[in-house]
């Protein structure tokens, strides 16, 4: 302040100073043009992407709500794009990073050409615009909107000399049908691009309307239990008897459960997918193995003569780089024998030939570990890679046994898999058996080994030690020998009489 009075003094001597004499005004001034500029230039720095010109995140968030606000006010509605850039890294290492980010420009400049003025677009992260569309009537004519800017990918972007196929993945959430909010509306096209990208395939655009969005929230509920579960121990593992044809207990599979809050199972079909999609599945499929190796330790421990088990593997894990080492190392913390661990795979995850799956299965197969392909018939074999792989059985998808024995169903698959997996040299496994009548046929088929509801659902681990000692030797009623009628055009086998004893064990 003493500074600001002293200079207030100086400037109004200097304005009645005396020039040869006369009284003489000063008047003093500064060209602030460049500093105005150098603020101007921060401010376009400070709201806008330095590399496509489009506005920020930050820029984009203050024009959707003025958008949102202007389509509440009058009710024309508004919509909300995610578009998202599949592989970018991959373009950049084959193009290098210059024609990368040239591509990114490009991409903004051919969005922007198909936007109205009262649109807005902004870049909002390394490989993700956002777009709100302004004045949509209805979910119908945002849908087109967004289908329209998807074909600018139908043909490749040129950059340059390179023409560069595009992948994209892209989710929409419109105002009201979808959202009632602007944050809401980010969220759920946010989740919808996540859900298209994961999905992947032609059709790379997913709308995440109310029920979806439902179902959204959902996940992510069972994905913070999951978590939670991972960190607190609170997975359970279950066991499913696996019979041979002379009714012994020969396995058993693990299965995961997980308990909601209020103690009920949920179903794997609806966890197990959001564990793989989130990754999660790596460090669950780690509690599996460690859980399968402490209870046959601990049954071992009780003098039980224990069986193999069969834990599922998924794709991720198969070609993490430390899965062998990890196995191994479970297995010896335990002192458990290689060959009572029998590992899972589906087909999906072991054909690829650029995966590390082969490696791996080679690694531990080398060290006695069996493997499985479970759900066999459902992917997309070629016999050539299957003859590489170190696999011991096939697993009957249960589909094929459910529909095996309805007219014009799929008695033919099951025929075909058991003798070309005996052509390989490799041991055949039924899911899913129900029935009496499906356990006769597929035994006169020449099925190996069977595992379904008819023999025992999948039980905790104090019930399978009671199956593992003996004391309990129910899974094949007496019924179940009976002779069946017999199946035409089957190439049939005797099957066993009825033994003295009320069970077959």
């Known amino acids: ?28 001034s500064q060209d602030v043009h460049e500093r105005e500029h150098m603020a101007s230039q921060l401010m376009y720095q400070v709201q806008h992407d330095l590399l496509t010109g489009l506005p920020n995140r930050a820029t984009f968030l203050n024009r959707l709500d003025e958008i949102f606000l202007s389509g509440q006010t009058d009710a024309s509605g508004c919509a909300v794009i995610v578009l998202h850039i599949n592989r970018l890294e991959k373009i950049n290492e084959h193009y290098g990073h210059e024609v990368g980010d040239e591509l990114l420009k490009e991409i903004a400049r051919l969005l922007q050409s198909e936007l109205r003025t009262r649109d807005a677009i902004g870049r909002t992260g390394s490989r993700e615009y956002m777009i709100a569309l ?42 009201p049908e979808d959202s009632d909010d602007a944050n809401t509306l980010i ?72 308990r909601d809050g209020d103690g009920t199972l949920i179903s794997s079909d609806i966890f197990i997918p959001i564990a793989e999609s989130t990754e999660a599945i790596i460090a669950v499929g780690r509690w599996v193995v460690r859980e399968v190796c402490r209870q046959l330790k601990a049954w071992q421990d009780d003098g039980l003569n224990v069986v193999p088990i069969a834990i599922n593997v998924s794709a991720l894990q198969i070609v993490q780089t430390n899965f062998c080492a990890d196995i191994l190392s479970t297995l010896s913390q335990f002192n458990i024998a290689p060959d009572l661990i029998h590992l899972e795979l589906t087909e999906s995850s072991v054909m690829p030939q650029d995966s590390l799956a082969l490696d791996n299965m080679l690694k531990l197969s080398a060290e006695g570990i069996c493997f499985s392909i479970d759900d066999f018939g459902t992917g997309f074999s ?70 379904g509801f008819f023999f025992s659902r999948p039980v905790n681990a104090s019930t399978a030690a009671t199956f593992i000692s003996g004391e309990r030797r129910a899974f094949l009623p007496v019924e179940a020998l009976v002779a069946p009628a017999k199946i035409a055009s089957l190439p049939f086998r005797s099957f066993p009489g009825i033994p003295s004893s009320p069970h077959l064990w």
């Open 134 to 175: 302004a004045s949509i009537t209805d979910a119908n004519a945002a849908e087109a909107k967004a289908r329209d800017l998807l074909r600018i990918f139908d043909e490749p972007v040129i950059v340059g000399d390179h023409r560069i196929a595009v992948s994209t993945s892209m989710g929409l959430a419109v105002f």
């Open 187 to 258: 969220r759920d096209a946010a989740r919808a691009q996540a859900r298209a990208r994961v999905r992947g395939g032609t059709d790379s655009l997913v709308r995440l309307s109310r029920k979806l969005s439902m179902e959204a929230q959902e996940e992510s509920r069972i994905e913070g239990l999951i978590q939670q579960a991972i960190s607190s121990d609170g997975f359970e593992a279950f066991y499913q008897p696996i019979i041979d044809t002379k009714g012994e207990l020969c396995g058993l599979e693990a299965l995961l459960r997980l």
């Open 1 to 28: 302040m003493h500074n600001l009075v002293i200079g207030i003094v100086i400037a109004a001597l200097l304005v009645f100073l005396l020039w040869r004499g006369r009284a003489t005004r000063i008047a003093l």
């Open 382 to 451: 070629s016999l050539g890679r299957l003859h590489q792989l170190p696999v011991s059985i096939l697993k009957i998808d249960q589909s094929f046994v459910m529909r095996m024995l309805e007219p014009n169903g799929t008695l033919p698959i099951v025929t075909t898999i058991i003798s070309m997996a005996h052509s390989l040299n490799v041991g055949v496994v039924a899911e899913g058996v129900e029935s009496k009548e499906q356990f006769h046929a597929l035994y006169e088929m020449g099925c190996d080994q069977f595992q």
